[in-house]
């Protein structure tokens, strides 16, 4: 079983930057997608970006020019640096890993969330 582990949340002011990490215990060959989540109180989750075992990234409109998804050589650690932070970018942030089984099948894991907040 594969638990992504997030790191990096805090509390930062309008305007400040944020770096999220992920770390998932999975093979980069079976990974296809890795990506960022978040769920502010009272909303549904919803996505914030993902990269895919390609390089190809993909944006909520939300964030696009303030954050930037990315992940290391070895594949299988994701990056989330958010600047330009907004109060609404308050929420609890996580981490999904997909990858595929022997199978073929895509199997979903997800962190158990990393709490940003921003506000003066």
């Known amino acids: 079983q594969v638990q992504p582990v997030e790191s990096g949340g805090g509390l930062v002011q309008p305007g400040g930057s944020l770096r999220l990490s992920c770390a998932a215990s999975a093979s980069r060959f079976s990974i296809i997608q890795m990506g960022w989540y978040r769920q502010a109180p009272g909303k549904q989750r919803e996505l914030v970006a993902f990269?895919?075992?390609?390089?190809?990234?993909n944006y909520a409109d939300s964030v696009k020019g303030r954050f930037t998804i990315s992940r290391d050589n070895a594949g299988n650690t994701l990056y989330l640096q958010m600047n330009s932070l907004l109060t609404e970018d308050t929420a609890v942030y996580y981490c999904?890993?997909?990858?595929?089984?022997?199978?073929?099948?895509?199997?979903?894991?997800w962190g158990q969330g990393t709490q940003v907040t921003v506000s003066s």
């Open positions: 999904n890993v997909k990858r595929l089984d022997s199978s073929f099948s895509v199997l979903d894991s």
């Open positions: 990269i895919t075992r390609g390089g190809n990234t």
